[in-house]
């Protein structure tokens, strides 16, 4: 390909970005034995102000990473066995909720600071414009992605 041939946005070149970025916080998970749906599950606790609904966190990873709900679950109760997570008592009316317990602050704090030391890195001396460009583009590709998914449900 020659220099002035265009690069063309596609599912390849957005998957290959994702697994080149993702590489890096991969080799942290395996520094620890955390996995990466249990980096997620930790990241949607944080979210949610480090206590949440058990099906709360299972819907933002099941949503998040297009995996079924048990696999989600399994992650919950991982983290519940590794004392990650800590079981806390349901409020009245309401589903079991789960809470990032100390160690599971300081994991999911490590993580995050891993990922924001690596986006200067790799994001850093991009013209901002071109990162907003992307950013809408990218944001609107998961909008579609995510709508076909829900739609195609049924087929697969």
């Not at 949607?44 to 990873?61: C, F, K, L, S, Y």
């Not at 891993?114 to 994001?123: H, K, N, Q, S």
């Not at 583009?137 to 998961?142: C, D, M, R, S």
């Amino acid at each position: 390909m020659s220099a002035t041939t265009p690069i063309l946005l596609n599912s390849q070149i957005i998957g290959r970005a994702h697994y080149a970025a993702r590489a890096l916080l991969d080799r942290e998970l395996r520094r620890t034995g955390t996995t990466f749906h249990q980096s997620m599950a930790l990241n949607a606790a944080a979210a949610e102000g480090g206590t949440a609904q058990t099906g709360r966190i299972v819907e933002a990873v099941t949503s998040a990473l297009k995996i079924d709900e048990a696999t989600a679950r399994d992650t919950v109760s991982e983290l519940l066995a590794t004392e990650l997570f800590e079981s806390l008592e349901a409020l009245p009316g309401q589903e079991p909720r789960v809470g990032l317990t100390d160690a599971g602050r300081t994991e999911q704090s490590r993580l995050a600071a891993v990922a924001a030391e690596f986006g200067p890195r790799v994001y850093g001396g991009i013209p901002a414009e071109d990162l907003a460009v992307a950013g809408r583009v990218l944001t609107e590709v998961i909008a579609r992605a995510d709508a076909a998914y829900a739609e195609t449900a049924d087929r697969y």
